[in-house]
């Protein structure tokens, strides 16, 4: 659906069923897959060390051999913040250090973060489900801000691109010249307020 359009990284939720898999073999997508744990406290993750790197050993295993696989998101809006965090994660980590060509990520809130690096965030989400005009705005300033990827809602890119044909022609030229530029719609005023009645 987005070859050719200028999209190079896409991520999916787990499970991934094996028809999308082999849909996404040979493509040029970098690809991350999100596991399911979130909501995890620091408590929660030394309490339940051992049940929880069995299962994340189990799903990180059956995509460990797809090779355009190049991150898999391991939490979800959990205490990565908190200050005993990185030495709670390093046995999860270490457990997966022979896959050189993964990435490890944890999601939270609208950001991404390598798990090795969870002070600064690698990428950025727009959380738009449905399209209107006014987002492009929003987009537009985190494509310039180019400190990180940007990912939509691909329900969000379907209909961005099909109303605003200019956003299609900005990404598959930002792609190729790594020049982003966007012609935006010209701003839509306030609606007029309704007068006050006495």
Known sequence: LFKGSGVE????????????????????FTVFVRLQPEFLTVSDLSENKDTLLRQLTSDVNRYQNNTYIR???LLSNSQIAHPGFDEII???LASFAGMSSISFYAFNTDKWYYLDNTEQ???????????SETDLYRFDELMNSRNSLV????????????NYAELSQSIVEYKETNNWQLALPNAKPDPTPFPNWL
């Open 9 to 28: 990284y896409i991520e999916l939720s787990h499970p991934v069923n094996n028809e999308i898999l082999s849909l996404l073999e040979g493509t040029s």
């Open 71 to 73: 991150g898999i998101g």
């Open 90 to 92: 390093k046995p999860f």
């Open 121 to 131: 965030h690698f990428a950025i989400y727009l959380p738009h489900l449905s399209f």
């Open 151 to 162: 990912f939509v809602n691909s329900n969000w890119l379907i209909e961005a691109v099909k």
